[in-house]
Each structure stands twice: as structure tokens, then as C-alpha cells.
């Protein structure tokens, strides 16, 4: 159920983000406070903390970095507040799958219609989606700390 709703606004967010190019802030970061508080009813509070610090840590590093070296905004801050949202809900480990899932992917889409710009985000909820059927079939640990 939980997971409908994270589907439910990365739909949202990439809808806005194909047409508009942008995302108004306040969604992600509520979405952000609505995983981490489903996650420390059901006692998973740490796993979401490090997946939201992760999700958000790799992806500012690399939009500052872009933004120091080229002077240009490749990746929007909108996709690190995404990013963020994507490990509150689901933690490190898939976290980390979905968004190496949704950067192949982009890179793919980029590489195969010879793109030069392209919405991140609509990758990121297809990556979400294949991490979650992955995990219903395997049991996927990429960072095991029991």
C-alpha cells in the first residue's frame, strides 16, 4: 500500500518534470517526512535515514560538481530532493538499485533517440519499479548489515 503512494508521487514528479522541466520543492519533501515517519512506525527508521541521506549526498555531490566544472545545471535540484524521497520510502540498498537502475536507463534512452537533455525522474520511478519486481522475485541485499 505504502508503495502506491511513493509510485503514486513519482508519477506526479515525472509528469511535471517531462512537461515542465522543473519541480516545486514542496512535494518531495513532504513525501520525504511521510516515508520516514511510515518507516519508524514500522521500526525501519535508521535503514530510511541512510537511504535518504544517500539518495540525496550522491546526487548533490554530482549536480555541484556539474554545476563547479561545466557552469551548467545538468542534473536539477529537483532530482536530488527526488532522489532523497526514493530512500526515505525504500532505504539503502534499494535506493541505490533504483537509482543505478534509473541512470542505465536514462543513459540508454540518451545514447539510443541521441538526446542531449532528458527528465531524470520519469527514469527514477522506472528504476523503483524494476528494483520492486526484482525484490519480489529475489531477495536483493546490495548493502547487508544484519
Not at 533517440?113 to 523503483?128: C, H, M, R, S, W
Request: a positive charge; hydrophobic letters at 55%.
Amino acid at each position: 500500500m505504502i508503495l502506491t503512494v511513493l509510485l503514486f508521487f513519482l508519477c506526479v514528479l515525472s509528469w511535471q518534470d517531462y512537461k515542465e522541466q522543473k519541480i516545486y520543492n514542496v512535494i518531495p519533501i513532504t513525501v520525504c517526512i511521510v516515508g520516514l515517519i511510515r518507516n519508524y512506525l514500522v521500526g525501519n527508521f535508521n535503514n530510511a535515514l541512510i537511504g535518504l541521506c544517500f539518495g540525496f549526498v550522491v546526487l548533490y555531490v554530482a549536480y555541484f560538481a556539474i554545476l563547479k566544472i561545466k557552469n551548467i545545471e545538468a542534473i536539477g535540484f529537483g532530482d536530488v530532493l527526488v532522489s532523497a524521497m526514493i530512500g526515505a520510502f525504500l532505504g539503502l540498498s534499494e535506493t541505490y538499485l533504483s537509482l543505478c537502475f534509473g541512470f542505465c536507463l536514462g543513459f540508454l534512452f540518451c545514447f539510443l533517440f541521441k538526446k542531449k537533455k532528458v527528465a531524470l525522474i520519469p527514469f527514477f520511478t522506472f528504476g523503483v519499479i524494476i528494483t520492486q519486481i526484482l525484490g519480489a522475485f529475489y531477495e536483493i541485499h546490495v548493502f547487508d548489515f544484519s
